[in-house]
């Protein structure tokens, strides 16, 4: 196992769900945060609560990943301490509506693309040539099963993470050579914010995705996810599938108050 004390953390999408529960474990074990999401107060408040626990130092960047030029501008201006990242973790991302494909909503569909695929690759492409010059450095995006198959009003949500996939198998590929370490997680049903962002606010039909069953929690990924960076810097965990007990694919999930499994949609 490898020591992340004193290592530099950056983290998209840390104001909530797995992104916050990230920031808390590396915290934990001393690493510096620079912690990256669009709502400022929600990062305050972590940071705040991180520094009392864990005399974490932290930096905030209120950013929307979405926007290239503000990317470019945030990673190129960070102060001279905080520029050598270490670890960059690609967790910003959502899903919007769970409409057919030829129904959808195009505000959506730009939403995701935007976010989870461009928003990624910016943040990639300004942070891991620095990586590869200082000689170390590992790329975590979290992906997701929806990556792996497409389910129903999924659609383009899937495909967003079905190219997070590609990227992350790209970009191993391309970093080939060099000790630049690149891991995709992919997790099931996770309880966070997530799906009241996908139903756009409506909270009731966000908990009847965890109605009855075990989800996964925010925790349980950024446990994944540092277990991941701490092996032996020969080691790289390439991908990893993670669902809840209660789920066994996009599709399959067994709630506890019906007697079989039971196919959704
Ligand atoms: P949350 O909604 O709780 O967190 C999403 C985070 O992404 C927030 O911190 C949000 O911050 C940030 N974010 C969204 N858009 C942007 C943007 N344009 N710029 C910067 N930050 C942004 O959901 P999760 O924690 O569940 O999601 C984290 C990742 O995990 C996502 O990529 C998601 O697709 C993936 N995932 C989630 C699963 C689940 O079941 N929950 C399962 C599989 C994968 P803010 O709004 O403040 O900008
Ligand atoms: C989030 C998990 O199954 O809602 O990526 O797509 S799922």
């Given amino acids: 196992m490898i020591s992340v004390e004193d290592k530099i953390v950056l983290i998209t999408g840390a104001s ?3 992104g916050e529960s990230c920031g808390k474990i590396f915290a934990q074990s001393g690493a510096k945060l620079i ?3 669009r709502r400022q107060e929600k990062l305050e408040k972590l940071a705040e609560e991180l520094t009392q626990k864990f005399q974490t130092k932290t930096y905030l960047l209120k950013l929307d990943v979405r926007d290239r030029q503000a990317v470019e501008s945030a990673i190129n201006s960070l102060p001279e301490s905080w520029k050598d990242i270490d670890i960059l973790i690609n967790n910003a991302g959502l899903s919007r509506g769970l409409d057919k494909l030829h129904l959808g909503d195009f ?4 939403e995701m693309i935007d976010t989870n695929i461009k928003g990624l690759l910016y943040m990639t492409r300004y942070i891991v040539p620095g990586m590869v ?11 997701s099963i929806a990556g792996r198959g497409a389910y129903p009003g999924g659609n383009v949500y899937c495909a967003s ?6 990227i992350s198998e790209g970009l191993k590929q391309d970093l080939l ?4 370490r690149v891991t995709e997680i992919q997790p099931g049903l996770v309880e966070t914010e997530f799906s009241e962002v996908r139903f756009h606010g409506d909270t009731e039909k966000a908990k009847n995705v965890y109605k009855d069953l075990t989800p996964l929690t925010g925790d349980d990924i950024a446990d994944l996810v540092f277990f991941c960076v701490t092996r032996s810097p020969h080691v790289n965990i390439s991908e990893l599938l993670v669902v809840p007990t209660d789920q066994a694919n996009g599709t399959m999930i067994h709630r506890h108050n019906t007697s079989k499994i039971k196919e959704e949609n």
């Fill in 177 to 180: 050579g060099t000790p630049v």
């Fill in 35 to 37: 912690l990256v999401a």
């Fill in 107 to 110: 505000n959506d569909w730009e």
């Fill in 161 to 166: 993470k079905a190219a997070v996939r590609a």
């Fill in 133 to 143: 010059s200082r000689d170390g450095g590992h790329v975590v995006n979290i992906g």
């Fill in 16 to 18: 909530s769900g797995i």
